[in-house]
């Protein structure tokens, strides 16, 4: 390949300037939020057709990392844009639409600063006793408790996150680590299992004891392919089921 700048070197042609394009984002050369230069202007500084580019922009904006926006151009795809607010969200409502019960109600039950246990320090690539952020949260929707959650984040990156500052930013968690801490999420790996309800569920999500429960381990990656959270989620599925769209 190339460099930035330079015609990819084999093909397929439009992967290659997928594939420089996203370095780009990598280095941050266009922020969350921002413009990006025109299909012509990137064929140029590419030296392709514009219809390469074009098939190279529409993969990213498939993959939620650009934005198109209708007689504006193609934006830098952020947390904070309301089709890409549930990106890693796969809950659903029985209803069936997403966003029907209004927005999530957050409650911030702790964060604070801990040492990585061993497992949380190989998920995230640390070394064990290593400081990170755990965060515990409850997210309901129209006033039931749904999902409880636990977080571990490094703590050198997220330094300066308090719950205080959980509980009052009003947009997306996601969208508050790209504004204040300059980390993108951009991909993340699931495991899921059914639970048992336990002792803590049950003063949380307000179930009997033994309910079943869906449990969702989530590691977030960067650009750089990065891990940088650790999300440990358990849900109740009496009103909402899990939706996965496989291509």
Known sequence: MASPGGAPAFS????QIKG??????????????????????????????????????????????????????????????????????????DSGTRGSEGPAQRDIIECRRTRASADVARVLALRAGDTVLQARRVLSFGGTPIILEDIWLPATIFKGLTAERLANYQGPMYALFETEFNVRMVRADEKIRAIPASDIHTSLLKVKKNTPLLSVERVAYTYRDEPMELRRGCYRTDTHYYHNALN
Do not use: C
């Not at 397929?12 to 992967?15: C, D, G, I, K, R």
């Not at 370095?23 to 266009?30: D, F, K, V």
């Not at 413009?35 to 190279?56: C, H, N, W, Y």
């Not at 947390?79 to 969200?89: D, G, I, K």
């Open 20 to 93: 420089l394009i996203l370095n780009s984002l990598r280095a941050g050369e266009w922020k969350p939020g921002e413009g990006i230069p025109s299909e012509m202007d990137l064929a140029a500084r590419f030296r392709v057709s514009q219809g390469t580019v074009r098939k190279a922009i529409d993969e990213l904006a498939a993959e939620n990392l650009l934005l198109r926006r209708q007689g504006k151009g193609t934006f830098v795809a952020t947390h904070a844009e309301q089709q890409v607010q549930f990106r890693f969200l796969k809950l659903v409502p």
């Open 12 to 15: 397929p042609l439009y992967q």
